[in-house]
């Protein structure tokens, strides 16, 4: 399998170098790329073999997996989140090892939190390095569309020195690896997840507002599934992209390229000052000193301030103790 999947990617480099947007890599169907994880007959793959729904009900949650570990790529997928009353409900599309590596394991997460009627989904990207779960790098969002009307692609590219998180080919977050944050940089071949679980005791105002099993089953719709990166023998990890120079090569060319242009940073800018409600970098609650990533926005920060004035000026965190499970614990609390 992996042989085979290192030799079609070295087609798919070329294809990209003429033309890369995410509408335009090459996608796979569910058995060629993707295994069921767990959920049993609430993961349902439709007739075209590229369209996956998973749903959560009062019995279980559901979610795939990829079949191959991926050192650095561009991975992406076109999501329909339930719509209606949602609150407590997580959709996840994310990268992780945690089945590899338990105590020290890298992701890189895109989690979806659902509302009551009336209000909004919400985005929040995480990333985790070397079992950095404690330290946490979370940013919160809101969208400028509604999730549960269409498909929208979200995506992550993922490199040796570079991480950006993108929503409908808009990047919407960007993490540059610096020498300060040594392992806590996500460095290790990952798995791409998929999940959809009750996530009642913390998703929803701090875990005010709980799944309400009358709505279900919540169904989230998954197509366009694209697994563009090197794959690693779960085995032996060879490194055939050590360094990510041929995915950076082969994604040199907008709108995924390692190097933002200056008409998507503009375009991130606007994003994170109408959407952004929390990151990390300026809770000073948890961070007194910001981590040695992050890039201070003074134009951030009197936002999030005006947001939040006790988790950014600091005092008493409001928030209460920062969500993270195992991705074993959550498959064993998703099934009843």
Not at 145 to 173: C, G
Not at 272 to 281: D, N
Request: hydrophobic fraction near 35%; glycine fraction near 8%.
């Amino acid at each position: 399998m992996v042989g085979f999947y290192f030799g079609s990617l070295m087609v798919f480099f070329l294809f990209v170098l003429a033309s890369a947007t995410p509408r335009n890599l090459p996608t796979l169907s569910f058995h060629e790329g993707y295994s069921h994880l767990f959920g049993d007959d609430n993961l349902m793959i439709l007739k075209d073999g590229k369209t996956v729904h998973i749903s959560l009900d009062e019995r279980t949650g559901a979610g795939f997996m990829s079949q191959d570990l991926y050192l650095h790529g561009f991975f992406s997928t076109s999501i329909k989140l339930p719509a209606d009353y949602t609150a407590g409900v997580v959709v996840a599309f994310y990268m992780s090892n945690g089945d590899i590596f338990e105590r020290n394991h890298d992701e890189l997460d895109f989690e979806f939190l659902g509302n009551i009627r009336g209000k909004d989904w919400r985005i929040q990207t995480n990333v985790y390095g070397n079992g950095s779960t404690r330290v946490g790098r979370e940013e919160r969002y809101g969208l400028w569309f509604d999730p549960s009307e269409d498909f929208h692609h979200y995506s992550i590219l993922w490199t040796e020195n570079q991480i950006i998180f993108y929503v409908d080919n808009v990047p919407i977050r960007e993490i540059q690896r610096t020498e300060g944050m040594g392992g806590d940089f996500p460095s290790k071949p990952m798995s791409l997840y998929a999940t959809i679980w009750d996530g009642s005791n913390w998703a929803t105002d701090g875990g005010r507002y709980k799944v309400n099993y009358r709505y279900s089953p919540y169904i989230a719709e998954f197509s366009d599934l694209i697994l563009h990166g090197c794959a690693v023998d779960p085995i032996e990890q060879l490194r055939n992209c050590d360094n990510g120079n041929i995915v950076l090569e082969a994604l040199n060319a907008e709108p995924v390229s390692s190097k933002i242009t200056s008409d998507q940073r503009s375009k991130m800018e606007s994003f994170r000052k109408k959407h952004m409600t929390y990151s990390y970098c300026y809770d000073h609650v948890r961070y007194p000193s910001p981590p040695s990533e992050c890039v201070i926005n003074p134009g951030e920060a009197e936002r999030l301030r005006a947001v939040d004035p006790i988790t950014f000026r600091g005092g008493r965190h409001p928030h209460g103790k920062r969500h993270h499970r195992s991705r074993a614990s959550l498959v064993e609390a998703t099934t009843i």
